[in-house]
């Protein structure tokens, strides 16, 4: 723990020391100039959606009068950890599951215009286990509204939940090759991630503010926290935590999963954006017949980047992510566990440094804990842990990067432990801007 709060503490002194360059960017563009800018981007869009190729193109494809975006990005990886139990210290979805060569996210997306109503996002995921099987996926596909007034915005379909920084985030935008220890807790293994509807109100203030209010079934292993029934013992009996569980059907509102987040960015300087958000995620569990959880957290995300950086180069960013979870364990009479409430709570702080263009170091703490339990299996299965990792990324061009990254991990009541992972990307395609 004294580690952790080391890495901590420096990175703290450290984000600030690096923003302190000369800040020359040139003002702000006045409402006018931003109009005309506009006006002349619309009109290149609609000659570009005009135009007739001139050869078929590999990146693109043709519904009526509007284009689709189509690629391919995959996310391979080679390395060694010191345990055989690779899949238990990387307990990811995404992370490496082996030592040798692992190959876990190869996604193909799609997005594009439906008509002047709807855009349409589609994410088809396959990977490779530890036995070189292959798993497919359908990761996303949801369709978002682009005409909505008063600044509101609909989504549904099957998506990521917004909550805090990294959850839906996909693999290939991660600034680390694997999944934050707590998003694991809290999570699962391949994040919160469910078929629902999700509306958001951009605030009329001064700085960006937006809220998200997200519904979905909150049921399977992708709403850990929530109606999972966990799996089946020797006896066949599923239990989760310790305590056997029944696959709570969706009979009403209140079996819902709900999902606010507020979040909001300043512009501290002409070089530095800080965003902050709040997130919480509120639903049943199938431990028994009126029992619930909630996970809540808070994020900050900070970049500072100069007004002459070259192809995004010199940046820094730092990005930190607390979360808490109340899990109310029901009475299991069979076992002779009582009802309780399992409490866990972690974080992760992360730095990263793109100090030349095309080079990037980085810098990642994390811990995560929870309270025994009168259950020694769901004691178990919530151990504290720590890790450290620092790592350095090369992107050849925007559309490859090879990154290299190393390990340390605290496990309560077992041997420390290290991994050393070597990641290559490459994408083939067109592939949608994310979100900032």
């Known amino acids: 723990m004294k580690r952790l709060f080391l890495l901590l503490a420096i990175t703290a002194i450290l ?9 020359d960017r040139p003002p702000t563009n006045t409402v006018e100039e931003l109009q005309q800018l506009r006006v002349r981007i619309d009109d290149l869009e609609r000659k570009v959606a005009e135009a007739k190729p001139a050869a078929p193109a590999a990146t693109m494809g043709r519904a009526g009068s509007s284009y689709m975006n189509l690629s391919f990005d995959v996310l391979a990886n080679a390395g060694w950890a010191s345990t055989p139990d690779v899949e238990g210290l990387q307990p990811g979805g995404h992370d490496p599951s082996q030592s040798g060569f692992s190959l876990r996210n190869a996604e193909l997306a799609l997005d594009g215009a439906v008509d002047p109503y709807f855009k349409g996002f589609a994410n088809i995921v396959l990977m490779t286990d530890a036995d070189e099987g292959t798993g497919i996926e359908l990761e996303e596909a949801y369709a978002l509204s682009s005409s909505l007034p008063a600044g509101l915005q609909a989504k549904v379909g099957r ?68 109606r999972y029934t966990g799996e089946a013992g020797a006896d066949g009996v599923d239990r989760l935590y310790g305590r056997a569980t029944t696959d709570r059907n969706l009979s009403s509102v209140g079996d819902l999963l709900f999902v606010p987040r507020l979040a909001t960015s300043f512009e501290l300087t002409d070089s530095q954006t800080l965003l902050l958000g709040a997130s919480a995620a509120l639903g049943p569990n199938d431990t028994g017949d009126d029992t619930h959880t909630l996970v809540y957290g808070v994020d900050a995300f900070w970049k500072w980047k100069p007004a002459n950086a070259e192809g995004g180069w010199p940046f820094v960013t730092w990005q930190t992510e607390v979360l808490g979870r109340n899990f109310e364990a029901g009475a299991d009479t069979t076992v002779g566990l009582p009802a309780e409430t399992l409490h866990d709570w972690g974080a992760y702080s992360q730095l990263q440094w793109g100090f030349i263009r095309r080079w990037a170091v980085g810098l990642r703490g994390e811990y995560v804990t929870g309270n025994k339990s009168v259950s020694e299996e769901a004691t178990a299965e919530r151990p504290t842990e720590e890790r450290v990792s620092p790592n350095i990324t090369w992107y050849p061009t925007e559309f490859s990067k090879l990154r290299l990254q190393y390990n340390h991990a605290w496990r309560e009541d077992a041997a420390d432990e290290d991994a050393v992972w070597l990641q290559f990307e490459f994408m083939l395609g067109a592939h949608a801007a994310h979100k900032f």
């Open 159 to 226: 998506f990521f939940a917004e909550f805090g920084r990294q959850n839906n985030q996909h693999p290939h935008t991660w600034a680390f090759v694997d999944q934050p220890l707590v998003l694991n807790r809290m999570f699962g293994e391949d994040g919160l991630r469910q078929n629902g509807a999700r509306l958001s109100w951009l605030v009329p203030t001064e700085h960006y503010t937006e809220f998200t209010f997200g519904v979905f079934n909150g049921q399977g292993s992708d709403a850990y926290s929530f």
């Open 15 to 23: 984000a600030p020391l690096i923003s302190f360059a000369t800040d």
